[in-house]
């Protein structure tokens, strides 16, 4: 049991949900662990609880911040990790016993960077998994290709169900932005990788309460930055990959762009003028690009009646948006 696992947990605001999530932490079955838990500023007991785990359990490292976000968090737990692997834990979620060992046994095994496993969607009354895929070993590229190609729940976007060699991510870092910093963060990890290895096996226990977040609820502005990651993304893999995946990136992008556009419409959201304004320059600059995407026939039949009228556009979209609410 040579090889140290650091684990970043950021904690803000978490008393009701912190006790379970680092008592699954500590009581892992594989137990060189470094468990850095980053209290983001919390204004409730999250901090006392981070320190009692401290004093239990030598393993476990506080660092109390001023709140500046999970992707800051993250940032400083990244900076003093020691240990030879990484991996992340969300406060308000929980993980198996044996997750660890699994991932470092899949990582050996496959002389892999990045292992990861199944995951559980949590409810208060129901239990959702979303993993359907075999267990599989991909290279680099195809890594990639999916990571583009698949939603935002899917296993590969996210990082808490993940354990990643410390050398492919050393020296990277989360963007400090509301939300989708994950998907910036493990594409560049993907990038650094020679192999991805994962399994369905669910491990990992992401728990979702019914009150809204960035990334949930009703459409707000701080969704904006998705626009950001999307294009910073595939600037990212421009003459790095092949075309195919290239172009899927642009055109993620670009069907952001219109759904964003709409959305804003749709959702009156105060104080959106000047985004509503740049994204509306960032499709009539990017019109030629879109309308010449390969393979993407909802895509350019959006970008074409956006051309010709945007006014008709924006009824047609605010029309479809009520049917399907």
């Not at 195809?142 to 050393?170: A, E, G, P």
Request: glycine fraction near 4%.
């Amino acid at each position: 049991m040579s090889n140290k696992i650091s684990i970043i947990v950021p904690v803000y605001n978490s008393e009701k949900y912190l006790r379970r999530c680092i008592n699954s932490i500590i009581s892992q079955t594989y137990s060189n662990l470094e468990i850095i838990l980053i209290n983001d500023g919390s204004e409730d007991k999250s901090g006392e609880i981070c320190e009692e785990f401290s004093l239990l359990d030598n393993r476990v490292k506080v660092i109390h911040t001023e709140n500046c976000g999970q992707a800051s968090a993250r940032n400083t737990g990244l900076k003093i990790a020691t240990g030879d692997y990484i991996g992340f834990v969300d406060s308000d979620d929980w993980i198996d016993k044996d997750m660890y060992e699994l991932l470092l046994k899949m990582i050996e095994k496959h002389d892999a960077d990045i292992a990861e496993c199944g995951f559980n969607v949590v409810y208060d009354d129901y239990i959702e998994r979303l993993n359907k895929q075999s267990f599989i070993v991909s290279d680099k590229i195809t890594s990639i290709r999916n990571f583009v190609k698949n939603s935002r729940l899917h296993s590969n976007i996210v990082i808490w169900n993940k354990l990643y060699s410390k050398k492919i991510i050393s020296d990277l870092r989360f963007p400090i932005i509301p939300a989708y910093e994950d998907d910036y963060f493990t594409l560049r990890a993907l990038y650094n990788s020679n192999k991805l290895v994962s399994t369905t096996n669910a491990k990992y226990n992401y728990y979702q309460t019914k009150a809204p977040s960035v990334i949930r609820g009703k459409f707000n502005k701080n969704r904006l930055s998705g626009l950001w990651v999307l294009n910073q993304n595939a600037k990212f893999l421009k003459n790095k990959v092949p075309q195919d995946i290239y172009e899927k990136a642009k055109q993620n992008y670009y069907g952001r762009l219109l759904y964003f556009y709409s959305m804003i419409f749709i959702n009156n959201l105060d104080n959106c003028e000047d985004y509503k304004n740049k994204i509306e320059f960032e499709i009539k600059n990017n019109i030629k690009d879109i309308l010449l995407s390969k393979n993407c026939l909802q895509l350019k039949l959006k970008a074409i009646l956006f051309y010709l009228s945007e006014d008709l556009y924006l009824k047609i979209y605010k029309y479809y948006y009520k049917f399907l609410s």
